[in-house]
């Protein structure tokens, strides 16, 4: 029905940067809220950030303005700039959408997530 497929996840040194993308195909209609989210190892999946169509966001506490989301509607694509990356934000990222399908169904999707690994 529909793919998200993420990139960019990767190894950084704390303080570094990553941008992750995330592409969305398949039998879209439209989408509504595009948003990111992370698994540590051990810990609960937690929303980092969510964006919706009129492109109001918002973000996790522990963001605190290191990280932006933002979205490509033309291209199905949502983004998230990650800045001054510390150690506690190794996880798998996860991309996930809204969408409004060619069946006329509202359903969530997920990617198979990516992995960001920032070192001390």
């Known amino acids: 029905q529909v793919q998200l497929v993420e990139s960019g996840g990767g190894l950084v040194q704390a303080g570094g940067s990553l941008r992750l993308s995330c592409v969305a195909s398949g039998s879209i209609l439209n989408i509504n809220t595009m948003s990111w989210y992370r698994r540590a190892p051990g810990k609960q999946r937690e929303l980092v950030a969510t964006?919706?169509?009129?492109?109001?966001?918002n973000y996790g506490d522990f963001v605190k303005g290191r990280f932006t989301i933002s979205r490509d509607n033309a291209k199905n694509t949502v983004y998230l700039q990650m800045n001054n990356l510390k150690p506690e934000d190794t996880a798998v990222y996860y991309c996930?959408?809204?969408?409004?399908?060619?069946?006329?169904?509202?359903?969530?999707?997920w990617g198979q997530g990516t992995q960001v690994t920032v070192s001390s």
């Open positions: 996930n959408a809204n969408v409004f399908t060619l069946d006329y169904r509202i359903q969530f999707f």
């Open positions: 964006s919706d169509t009129s492109g109001s966001t």
